[in-house]
C-alpha cells in the first residue's frame, strides 16, 4: 500500500488548483484506486466545492481507469476502532503505522519530511 498525503494552500480557482495538483501526484503514483470521504452521505460536512473537487477527481479517475470508492467517516471509525482509532489523529496513526508513506507536502517554511536526526 503506497500512501501519500499533505498540507497545501491555493490562491484564486482553488478547485483548478487542487485538481491540477491532484492529476500531477495520480501521473507520479499511478495508483489502483482512490479513496474518498463519501461527501454524499448525509452526515457529510464538505461544503459544495469539495464536492464538486471530488467529483472533478472522480471523473478523471474513471477516465483513467483507476478504482474509486468512498467510505463515511462512520465507517472510517467503525473499521479503526478494534485498533483503538476513533480520532483522526489516532486513526492517522494507525495508517502511517502500517504504510508506505513515500510523500509529504507542506507549505513554505514548514520542516522537511521525514525529520532528520
Not at 30 to 56: G, H, M, T, W, Y
Request: net charge positive.
Amino acid at each position: 500500500m503506497l500512501l501519500d498525503w499533505g498540507v497545501k494552500q491555493t490562491k484564486g480557482d482553488k478547485n483548478t488548483q487542487c485538481l491540477r495538483r491532484i492529476i500531477d501526484l495520480i501521473y507520479i503514483y499511478q495508483p489502483d484506486a482512490i479513496i474518498f470521504e463519501n461527501v454524499n452521505a448525509a452526515i457529510s460536512r464538505r461544503c459544495p466545492r469539495v464536492r464538486k473537487l471530488l467529483s472533478a477527481v472522480q471523473s478523471f479517475a474513471f477516465v483513467r481507469d483507476i478504482e474509486v470508492y468512498t467510505v463515511s467517516r462512520l465507517q472510517v471509525r467503525t473499521a479503526f476502532l478494534p485498533f483503538g482509532g476513533f480520532t483522526k489523529h489516532q486513526i492517522a496513526s494507525i495508517i502511517s503505522g502500517n504504510c508506505i508513506c513515500t510523500h509529504v507536502f507542506y507549505d513554505q517554511g514548514a520542516e522537511d519530511f521525514p525529520p532528520s536526526g
